[in-house]
């Protein structure tokens, strides 16, 4: 347990959380959104600080990061909680375990023995992941200013709901970020995650502003999130940024409290790809499925730059951030 950061003391106990975009006012005794940030009189504490209850090592391509040092592992890790709701949730057994006033379960693992595991994994970054990395900050934060200075990169993998405060503070430590924006539809957000869109956007854009790696993951539901107009405004958007931004529409498959849809068929995530394509943008990759959709193409000439079956690469020619057919630019942070 560790002092949160972010927050402001209000009158009679209260506290105001200002990490996420819920600002959530909490009253002594109480928790916020995420489970994990407790008003202990008067104080708000971080609750999973120290606290793992997941860690692995992943191909980097799981976050999924096709642009980001391709074929190098991440030792990614996770405390308990979200600041979601998710009625598809992958891991809703830890992400919504704490909720609404439940135990904190974890094991101790300071945030010297996270770097030391990813060294001794030889993992080239440390992924913070699984849950929602921003409900855990003062956790991640620590461990990413002491992976910088080992030469370790630090990567989230985060709903994009994190303030623009709190981003400032870890972006000179954070190198890239897969964001899930999930659909264009805040009555999506709304029904589905119990969140706002607006937010989401706006985060998107400071990763941006501050110079962060990102790339968009879009989990396709069937009669969610699949029309082609919410396809075509999520590409604008993206477009609208930067074309050289990765996208990646993945494959939904029955889970939590979603089990009654069915698994996202591929003509689905064709025509996502399809679209995105069209709009103008240069890297749209299918995801959960196998098939060319996972290759990077050179936008210029069309020839396969990096080859993947599932995490794995089997090819990898891009040099000196260029396609070596043609000479083209290819954005990302290549090994």
Request: with cysteine; net charge neutral; proline share 5%.
């Amino acid at each position: 347990m560790k002092e949160a950061m972010f927050y402001e003391k209000l009158e009679r106990n209260m506290v105001r959380c200002y990490l996420c975009s819920h600002h959530c006012r909490i009253s002594e005794g109480k928790r916020g959104i995420c489970g994990v940030r407790e008003n202990i009189n008067g104080t708000l504490y971080s609750l999973v600080y120290g606290k793992l209850i997941a860690s692995a090592v992943d191909p980097v391509e799981k976050k999924p990061l096709f642009h980001f040092l391709p074929g190098s592992s991440a030792y990614s890790i996770a405390t308990v909680g979200c600041n979601f709701s998710c009625l598809n949730c992958q891991n809703y057994d830890i992400s919504q375990m704490p909720k609404p006033n439940k135990p904190i379960y974890g094991e101790e693992v300071s945030p010297e023995e996270v770097v030391e595991a990813a060294k001794r994994y030889k993992c080239e970054s440390i992924a913070y992941t699984y849950t929602e990395p921003t409900i855990f900050f003062e956790y991640a934060y620590d461990i990413a200013k002491l992976a910088k200075k080992e030469g370790i990169k630090n990567i989230f993998v985060s709903n994009g709901y994190i303030t623009e405060e709190a981003l400032r503070e870890i972006a000179p430590y954070l190198d890239a970020n897969n964001i899930d924006l999930k659909s264009f539809s805040d009555e999506f957000y709304r029904k589905v995650c119990r969140a706002r869109l607006e937010p989401v956007l706006n985060s998107i854009r400071l990763h941006r502003e501050f110079n962060i790696w990102i790339e968009i993951t879009t989990l396709v539901i069937p009669s969610l999130n699949d029309s082609e107009e919410n396809f075509r405004k999520i590409a604008e958007f993206i477009k609208n940024l930067d074309e050289n931004i990765p996208w990646h529409v993945s494959a939904f498959y029955p889970a939590y409290k979603l089990t009654d849809l069915p698994p996202t068929q591929i003509e689905t995530l064709d025509k996502a790809r399809r679209i995105g394509l069209e709009t103008g943008l240069k890297y749209v990759y299918q995801g959960n499925v196998p098939g060319e959709g996972e290759n990077t193409l050179c936008p210029s000439c069309g020839k396969v730059l990096i080859k993947r079956s599932g995490y794995i690469v089997l090819k990898y020619s891009v040099k000196d951030s260029e396609c070596p057919h043609c000479g083209a630019k290819i954005d990302g942070i290549w090994r």
